[in-house]
């Protein structure tokens, strides 16, 4: 499996970014995708996720600015940012929600596998 993640960069505070995944290897469709996030000294956590039929999920502190999207077709998972603040600064990681089996049958537990995440840095 792997996860790509990208579409990070420098903004100012009240601005928009657009964080792009894609994924290979594994049955996309089938699993819960989801983006979560890693500041300085801070543990990850779960900014937001998506099931196969696009039943979305989100932390308290995103709701109403951020939006999770997913084209199955496509294998890619999208994170719309609007209005961001400097409390969004972070390491932004996609990943699948749960145990799951790539196309090489390699099984992986939860969590067990993170992408290489894009940096996302607001500034004041």
């Known amino acids: 499996v792997q996860l790509q993640a990208s579409g990070g960069g420098l903004v100012q505070a009240g601005g928009s970014l657009r964080l792009s995944c894609a994924a290979f290897g594994v049955a996309f469709s089938r699993n819960v995708m989801g983006w979560y996030r890693q500041a300085p000294r801070n543990q990850r956590e779960m900014v937001a996720t998506?099931?196969?039929?696009?039943?979305?999920n989100y932390a308290d502190s995103v709701k109403g600015r951020f939006t999770i999207s997913r084209d199955n077709a496509a294998n890619t998972v999208s994170l719309q940012m609007n209005s961001l603040e400097p409390e969004d600064t972070a390491v932004y990681y996609c990943?699948?929600?749960?145990?799951?089996?790539?196309?090489?049958?390699?099984?992986?537990?939860?969590?067990?596998?993170w992408g290489q995440g894009t940096l996302v840095t607001v500034s004041s």
């Open positions: 998506i099931t196969s039929d696009g039943s979305t």
């Open positions: 990943n699948i929600v749960g145990p799951f089996r790539d196309y090489s049958g390699r099984y992986y537990r939860e969590n067990d596998y």
